[in-house]
């Protein structure tokens, strides 16, 4: 298990709207962050996939993949700012010690209060990520998943513990190996064909994983179980 410890002076430059100067203040600082969900299931994806977790969704978005599955995570202004300190109660509460940290784009914020008091109450946590914006808090597994509207700053690929491309279409197989020459050795690689056009994808996904096995095949097991 990777343990990356990058931390950045903040980033988050951009401002919510209808937040008070108070409630701004406490976002920049990471006290308080846009929660769309907090929920306790299984990932679905990836290296970790059937691992109980503990997710918080983090809203805000500005990376636009025109397939994208929570388009509602976008728009960060419609979730509620909330207390670092209730979200990590609420984590504690479930039986697993895992936390995955997905968004929107959860690296527009200053995650190293979230990260800090998670780490205290034991959990690992795991940060799913474009790689758009600056890391900041430290994590346990880093999932980077580039996108082609804003791709990854070149310090993640060292970071990543997994590279996990979405394949929309056949030039995705392009994309994917591009970003696999810059990885650290040992990073897992998945390719996950893009759920609205899955039917499209999959047998191509299955040959190139076949004839490439460096690769493997994530599915968004989640949906095919219906939980979140
Ligand atoms: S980066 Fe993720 S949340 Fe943002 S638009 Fe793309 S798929 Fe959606």
């Known amino acids: 298990m990777v343990f990356a410890t990058v931390l950045i002076g903040y980033l988050c430059s951009m401002r919510i709207r209808g937040l008070t100067d108070s409630m701004d203040s406490r976002l920049k600082k990471g006290l308080a962050l846009p929660v769309m969900e907090q929920f306790h299931s299984l990932q679905g994806e990836g290296y970790h996939t059937g691992k109980a977790a503990n997710f918080i969704r983090i809203g805000g978005c500005d990376v636009g993949c025109h397939w994208c599955d929570v388009k509602e995570s976008w728009d960060a202004s419609i979730h509620p700012l909330v207390e670092v300190e209730e979200v990590v109660r609420n984590a504690a509460s479930q039986a697993s010690r895992t936390v995955v940290i997905t968004g ?22 795991h940060l799913e990520t474009s790689g758009a914006h600056p890391l900041s808090g430290t994590f346990d597994w880093i999932c980077l998943s580039p996108k082609k509207n804003a791709p990854p700053a070149p310090e993640f690929y060292e ?70």
């Open 104 to 125: 929107g784009e959860p690296l527009l914020y200053n995650l190293s209060v979230l990260t800090d008091r998670l780490h205290r109450e034991g959990s690992a946590i």
């Open 159 to 228: 970071m990543a513990d997994e590279l996990k491309i979405i394949v929309h279409k056949r030039h995705d197989f392009e994309w994917a190996e591009q970003h696999a020459a810059h990885v650290k050795a040992g990073c897992k690689r998945y390719l996950q064909p893009e759920w609205s056009n899955r039917d499209t994808v999959m047998p191509m996904v299955i040959g190139h994983a076949m004839q490439h096995p460096e690769w493997n095949i994530s599915l968004q097991s989640h949906k095919y179980m219906n939980i979140p």
